[in-house]
């Protein structure tokens, strides 16, 4: 009879299967792959591939990709954030809470044009916890970033976002 592997064991596995999670009560950090997947003649967006979680993740993530003419197109990703939570925009604290990252895996076939962009403003907000002014989103985050493709075809980018969702209580 094949052995169970403890709960011990278990824990470790769905560990290595997340990239970072921090677990608190009230704050906790996520991440999750975005893949990217650029068609020439059409836009197709394939599914973002989720992490397991202990406790239901009040940020929903969205993609999708606008072609802006010349082989260049704009890559949005979207949070959509479930009351009373907020993430943080893209910082960076230096002994402060976790900024939303956006890292993409380098494709031979994709050039990226610029940073990641944030469109509308985060609220700022002088947090007493950290000592300083930081930027939040509730209800709904937009990042986007300009990607310039180097050859016809399929072309799939993958995007890794590592964002911290707390509420006020946190």
């Known amino acids: ?29 996520m991440s999750r792959t975005l893949p990217f997947k650029l ?41 959509r954030i479930e009351a009373p939570w907020h993430i943080y925009d893209t910082g960076p604290y230096e002994g402060g809470p976790n ?13 990226l044009i610029g940073g990641i962009a944030e469109p509308a403003p985060p609220r700022r907000v002088r947090d007493e916890l950290f000592g300083m002014e930081i930027g939040t989103y509730a209800s709904k985050a937009v990042f986007t970033q300009r ?7 399929d072309i799939t980018l993958k995007a890794t976002v590592e964002w911290m969702a707390c509420d006020e209580g946190s």
Not at 56 to 61: E, G, R, T, Y
């Open 99 to 111: 900024p939303t990252t956006i890292s993409f895996e380098s494709n031979p076939d994709a050039e």
């Open 39 to 79: 068609l020439l003649s059409a836009l197709l967006l394939l599914p973002a591939i989720g992490l397991e979680a202990q406790k239901p993740d009040p940020v929903a993530w969205e993609t999708s990709v606008e072609s802006m003419g010349e082989d260049v197109y704009l890559l949005r990703i979207e949070a």
């Open 1 to 29: 009879k094949p052995r169970r592997p403890s709960g011990t064991e278990r824990a470790t596995r769905r560990r290595k299967k997340s990239r970072s999670r921090l677990n608190h009560e009230y704050e906790y950090l």
């Open 147 to 153: 990607v310039r493709l180097k050859k016809t075809g």
